[in-house]
């Protein structure tokens, strides 16, 4: 975890991923600021450079929480990722939070999203 001077106000980074069999989405939020997004696909596909691509945000960003899509079933190739990547963030004592689509929809569709 990001360790803050002294005095300073504590500003969480919260780093929202979308972990896909073709790459990767992310958000970067600072508290109510959004300080980075887009999406990491390597060049070559595999498990390992799409968890290298995530690692490589973790190190960058050094989030106060990951969040992630919850998915139903671990045997699919998604699934698989997206517990890849908390245990990366477990290792690194990141807390994780994860929403399924269905709870994502229901915060958005107050705007008609």
């Given at each position: 975890m990001r360790?803050?001077?002294?005095?300073s106000p504590r500003r969480a980074t919260v780093l929202a991923l979308s972990v896909g069999a073709a790459g990767n989405g992310f958000v970067v939020m600072r508290a109510s600021e959004m300080v980075d997004?887009?999406?990491?696909?390597?060049q070559r596909i595999t498990r390992n450079?799409?968890?290298?691509?995530?690692?490589w945000l973790l190190k960058r960003h050094q989030p106060d929480e990951v969040v992630l899509?919850?998915?139903r079933?671990?045997?699919t190739l998604v699934g698989?990722?997206?517990?890849?990547v908390a245990r990366r963030a477990k290792e690194?004592?990141?807390?994780?939070?994860?929403y399924s689509r269905g709870d994502?929809?229901?915060?958005?569709?107050?705007v008609g999203a």
């Open positions: 360790e803050r001077s002294k005095g997004f887009g999406t990491k696909r390597p450079t799409s968890l290298a691509g995530i690692v899509i919850s998915k079933g671990t045997r698989e990722r997206i517990n890849d690194g004592r990141i807390p994780i939070a994860r994502i929809r229901k915060c958005f569709r107050v």
